[in-house]
């Protein structure tokens, strides 16, 4: 009996997801437990397994198609891989569309006509392909008898419906009656297209999570009065002091120690000092936020995510750097899950570590504020009167100037700046 795949409760306020690629093709085998689809969210990727040895006999929602939870997506049924045996929906489809199939059929007078509707279904390749490779066949109007099938007993899949849409979608070499341009051997030369870039495009589909940080980027751009201040602080005294205690620090903690944690420490120093900063404007009021979770940014395949480092306030050097490391891990191992990603007061990108000299962040909204790090530079810089290499880095806070005025901007990083330039100074604040 076949066991339907269901999609599963996506988490709080998430009703749906996009289908983002299978894992496994009708007519495979599955084990109980083994990955089948990956799905898509605005904030994750996750995976549905199998939950029954069988085979997977049918796939109902497609690549890029967007579903919700409880809904239907495939089915599993008993067999083996390979036996050749048509899924359970597609069985009905067809005896419901060949009704004469089982029964013999006269041998027809070879007069190169059709002879029956069974025959057609054969050479119109509709026989060999499951209902939603004809869906997709359909909807690009591809002829499936142009098919080749790669399956099991010659069944169209999904992948031989794509490849055809691929090659049917690529321009065509404009035709000429000119005579073809010979090399000096006198050979023909084969014709170039009009602008010498076909098969030099590719369509790739872009991933929820992709979407939905565009339409995020793209809200907040269009509802905060976002504006940028910059700032350079003096790396002089913590490169010094991690020089002299980052291995102790790892030895005793288990933890590396790195810049994100005098970051974090300042960061939560300057908003106990600017409690604005550390606020939600929701219609008419505005919410002052007592609590601070630390959003850091982390790059992954999929794009940028936001994972929070809750109660930042509470948690020492070590706690903080391993925090950070523990979600930077699961992000690129696509591993986070909803709670990982809920909320946040403040966000800290590091846009230092690709490189980035300077730059200016877009907020997380609803936040009001992101600091931005950058690289670390060897910078020529005036101290008590004389001019000294120091490793220097600039900082951006791009705010929301509807609730934040700029001096309170302004004075907020050169808040930063102060803890930074004077770690001892960041065991007090935190």
């Given at each position: 009996?076949?066991?339907?795949?269901?999609?599963?409760?996506?988490?709080?306020?998430?009703?749906?997801?996009?289908?983002?690629?299978?894992?496994?093709?009708?007519?495979?085998?599955?084990?109980?437990?083994?990955?089948?689809?990956?799905?898509?969210?605005?904030?994750?990727?996750?995976?549905?397994?199998?939950?029954?040895?069988?085979?997977?006999?049918?796939?109902?929602?497609?690549?890029?198609?967007?579903?919700?939870?409880?809904?239907?997506?495939?089915?599993?049924?008993?067999?083996?891989?390979?036996?050749?045996?048509?899924?359970?929906?597609?069985?009905?489809?067809?005896?419901?569309?060949?009704?004469?199939?089982?029964?013999?059929?006269?041998?027809?007078?070879?007069?190169?006509?059709?002879?029956?509707?069974?025959?057609?279904?054969?050479?119109?390749?509709?026989?060999?392909?499951?209902?939603?490779?004809?869906?997709?066949?359909?909807?690009?109007?591809?002829?499936?008898?142009?098919?080749?099938?790669?399956?099991?007993?010659?069944?169209?899949?999904?992948?031989?419906?794509?490849?055809?849409?691929?090659?049917?979608?690529?321009?065509?070499?404009?035709?000429?009656?000119?005579?073809?341009?010979?090399?000096?051997?006198?050979?023909?030369?084969?014709?170039?297209?009009?602008?010498?870039?076909?098969?030099?495009?590719?369509?790739?589909?872009?991933?929820?999570?992709?979407?939905?940080?565009?339409?995020?980027?793209?809200?907040?751009?269009?509802?905060?009065?976002?504006?940028?201040?910059?700032?350079?602080?003096?790396?002089?005294?913590?490169?010094?002091?991690?020089?002299?205690?980052?291995?102790?620090?790892?030895?005793?903690?288990?933890?590396r120690l790195g810049f994100m944690s005098f970051f974090t420490k300042a960061t939560i120093g300057a908003l106990k000092a600017f409690p604005k900063v550390n606020a939600e404007l929701q219609d008419s009021e505005l919410v002052l936020k007592k609590y601070y979770d630390i959003g850091v940014a982390v790059s992954t395949d999929e794009g940028l995510v936001v994972p929070v480092i809750r109660n930042a306030d509470h948690m020492n050097f070590a706690q903080i750097e391993q925090g950070i490391a523990d979600l930077a891990t699961k992000a690129r191992d696509g591993k986070l899950t909803l709670e990982d990603l809920r909320g946040g007061t403040f966000t800290i990108t590091n846009g230092g570590i690709f490189g980035s000299l300077v730059s200016t962040p877009i907020l997380t909204m609803p936040q009001v504020a992101i600091l931005g790090m950058h690289k670390i530079e060897d910078r020529p810089v005036v101290v008590d009167g004389e001019v000294v290499v120091r490793p220097m880095m600039y900082l951006a806070l791009s705010y929301d100037h509807r609730v934040i005025d700029g001096a309170e901007a302004v004075s907020f990083l050169v808040r930063i700046k102060e803890l930074v330039e004077d770690p001892e100074s960041l065991l007090l604040e935190g």
């Open positions: 009996m076949a066991a339907e795949i269901h999609v599963p409760e996506l988490g709080e306020s998430v009703a749906d997801a996009t289908v983002g690629r299978w894992l496994k093709q009708e007519g495979e085998a599955v084990k109980s437990g083994e990955p089948l689809v990956e799905l898509e969210t605005d904030k994750i990727n996750f995976e549905v397994e199998a939950e029954q040895d069988g085979v997977l006999q049918s796939i109902s929602k497609g690549e890029g198609e967007t579903v919700n939870v409880g809904e239907t997506i495939g089915t599993i049924g008993e067999g083996e891989a390979g036996d050749g045996a048509a899924p359970a929906e597609e069985e009905q489809e067809e005896q419901e569309e060949q009704p004469q199939a089982e029964q013999p059929e006269p041998e027809a007078e070879d007069t190169g006509e059709e002879t029956s509707n069974g025959h057609r279904e054969v050479e119109d390749g509709a026989g060999r392909a499951s209902p939603s490779v004809r869906r997709l066949a359909q909807e690009y109007d591809v002829d499936l008898a142009e098919v080749s099938g790669s399956g099991s007993g010659g069944r169209i899949t999904r992948d031989d419906v794509e490849r055809l849409i691929r090659e049917q979608s690529r321009p065509a070499a404009p035709e000429t009656t000119e005579e073809p341009e010979r090399d000096g051997k006198g050979e023909a030369q084969p014709a170039a297209s009009e602008d010498g870039r076909a098969g030099l495009e590719e369509r790739v589909r872009v991933s929820r999570r992709r979407q939905t940080i565009a339409q995020r980027l793209v809200e907040s751009q269009q509802t905060a009065a976002m504006l940028t201040t910059f700032n350079e602080v003096d790396m002089s005294a913590v490169m010094e002091l991690r020089r002299r205690r980052k291995e102790s620090f790892q030895e005793r903690t288990g933890a």
